[in-house]
Each structure stands twice: as structure tokens, then as C-alpha cells.
């Protein structure tokens, strides 16, 4: 099922103004049911204006009404055309939002150090060098860029986010079992070479000692 394009405010506009389940919208807008629990109890850092889903042709009343009526029920989108895919460029933020593109990194770079530049940029739809400029602090709008969740500000899904940081815990921790093996590998060599460079002093000494003259 696709997915709002603006899951966090879609929902925000499905919690205000209908009775659907929690549970309902979070399917619906690809989020947890958690999260959207949170915006119910206004508990999430970043206020968002609704998105009204009807009326940006992505549901029908009418399905509103039925699920409304059933909390078994699931939401389903107006189908339209397909989306096109995504290619490997940076991802579109509507203009909007790309204000917020600055407090999402450094909220990135504080509570997931373990992303690299290039996961972020791609994430967020941003530049390394932008990240740079965060990251020690030359950028030139620092003491204006306060850390905010990008899934708050609409910037990336919870799921794209949960995705790319176990990528990156996996990529972690084979860098350090092959940095492990690496050093026992070291270890072993250099024990290797000790037992090589003493051997060939015991084979000299021992070919030294038979050829000294026979004591008269």
C-alpha cells in the first residue's frame, strides 16, 4: 500500500479530525501506532500542521466514513498512477521544508553517530558538505540550527530511518570484527617472525660451533 506523501501531517489532520483507531492511521501513514499515539497526546517535539489526505486526492471520504465505522477495517488509498521509483539522487524535500534540513542533521549527528555523511545525505536530501558545516560547527546559520527529529519534521519515514541505522550498526560491527581479525592476524605474524628469526640464530650457532678447531 503506498504511503502518504507527508505521513507525519497526514496523520496529524486524520488524529484532528477523525475517529479513526490509532492504529488505523499509523497503517495508513506507514508510522507506529506509537508515534501516532503521540500526536494525539501532543507529546511530540516538533508541532506539524494537518495534511488534509481528502482533499489531496489520497483517500475518500467515503472510506473515511466506512473505516470509521469498522476499527477492523483498513484505510485504502486512491489508486492512481505509479509512483515513479526513486533514483539514486538526492531525495526532493518540497521548499517548505528544506528549512528544516539543517536541525535534522545535527539531530542526526548527536543521536546517530554511527551514520555516515553519505547515509545522512541521502536520508535527508542534503549535501557532505552541508553536514561538514554542522558537524564543526562553520556553518553559517550554527547558532540558529536547534536538533529536531527528521521524522518529525516530515523529512524521511520512522521506517527508512530504522532501516538505514541497523545498516549501519551491521556495517559497524563488521568493520570491528575484521578490525579484530586484523589484529590477531598482526599477533600472530609478528610471533611467526620472533620464531623464524630465532631459529635461523640457533641454526648459526649451531653450524658455528662445528666448525671450531678440535681442542689440542
Same mark, same amino acid.
Given at each position: 500500500?503506498?504511503?502518504?506523501?507527508? #505521513?507525519? =501531517?497526514? $496523520?496529524?489532520? *486524520?488524529?484532528?479530525?477523525?475517529? %479513526?483507531?490509532?492504529? /488505523? @492511521? &499509523?497503517?495508513?501513514? +506507514?508510522?507506529?501506532?506509537?508515534?501516532?499515539?503521540?500526536?494525539?497526546?501532543?507529546?511530540?517535539?516538533?508541532?506539524?500542521?494537518?495534511?488534509?489526505?481528502?482533499?489531496?486526492?489520497?483517500?475518500?471520504?467515503?472510506?473515511?466514513?466506512?473505516?470509521?465505522?469498522?476499527?477492523?477495517?483498513?484505510?485504502?488509498?486512491?489508486?492512481?498512477?505509479?509512483?515513479?521509483?526513486?533514483?539514486?539522487?538526492?531525495?526532493?524535500?518540497?521548499?517548505?521544508?528544506?528549512?528544516?534540513? #539543517?536541525? =535534522?542533521? $545535527?539531530?542526526? *549527528?548527536?543521536?546517530?553517530?554511527? %551514520?555516515?555523511?553519505? /547515509? @545522512? &545525505?541521502?536520508?535527508? +536530501?542534503?549535501?557532505?558538505?552541508?553536514?561538514?558545516?554542522?558537524?564543526?560547527?562553520?556553518?553559517?546559520?550554527?547558532?540558529?540550527?536547534?536538533?529536531?527529529?527528521?521524522?518529525?519534521?516530515?523529512?524521511?519515514?520512522?521506517?527508512?530511518?530504522?532501516?538505514?541505522?541497523?545498516?549501519?550498526?551491521?556495517?559497524?560491527?563488521?568493520?570491528?570484527?575484521?578490525?579484530?581479525?586484523?589484529?590477531?592476524?598482526?599477533?600472530?605474524?609478528?610471533?611467526?617472525?620472533?620464531?623464524?628469526?630465532?631459529?635461523?640464530?640457533?641454526?648459526?650457532?649451531?653450524?658455528?660451533?662445528?666448525?671450531?678447531?678440535?681442542?689440542?
Amino acid at each position: 500500500m503506498s504511503q502518504p506523501l507527508m #505521513p507525519f =501531517a497526514t $496523520a496529524v489532520w *486524520l488524529v484532528e479530525n477523525t475517529s %479513526l483507531t490509532f492504529q /488505523q @492511521i &499509523a497503517d495508513f501513514c +506507514g508510522l507506529h501506532q506509537l508515534e501516532v499515539q503521540a500526536i494525539a497526546d501532543d507529546t511530540v517535539q516538533t508541532k506539524m500542521v494537518g495534511i488534509d489526505p481528502v482533499r489531496a486526492g489520497q483517500l475518500t471520504m467515503t472510506e473515511v466514513e466506512r473505516c470509521q465505522k469498522d476499527p477492523a477495517a483498513r484505510l485504502i488509498p486512491v489508486s492512481g498512477p505509479e509512483q515513479a521509483k526513486r533514483t539514486k539522487g538526492p531525495r526532493y524535500t518540497p521548499v517548505s521544508r528544506r528549512q528544516d534540513k #539543517p536541525d =535534522a542533521i $545535527a539531530w542526526l *549527528l548527536r543521536y546517530h553517530p554511527e %551514520l555516515k555523511d553519505s /547515509q @545522512i &545525505a541521502k536520508l535527508i +536530501g542534503t549535501t557532505k558538505h552541508t553536514i561538514t558545516g554542522i558537524r564543526d560547527k562553520s556553518h553559517w546559520n550554527i547558532q540558529a540550527i536547534k536538533p529536531q527529529d527528521p521524522v518529525a519534521l516530515g523529512l524521511c519515514s520512522q521506517r527508512e530511518l530504522d532501516a538505514l541505522v541497523s545498516q549501519a550498526n551491521k556495517d559497524r560491527a563488521a568493520a570491528n570484527d575484521a578490525a579484530i581479525v586484523d589484529r590477531e592476524t598482526a599477533v600472530l605474524e609478528e610471533e611467526l617472525r620472533k620464531l623464524r628469526a630465532a631459529t635461523r640464530r640457533a641454526e648459526a650457532e649451531a653450524a658455528a660451533s662445528t666448525d671450531l678447531p678440535p681442542e689440542e
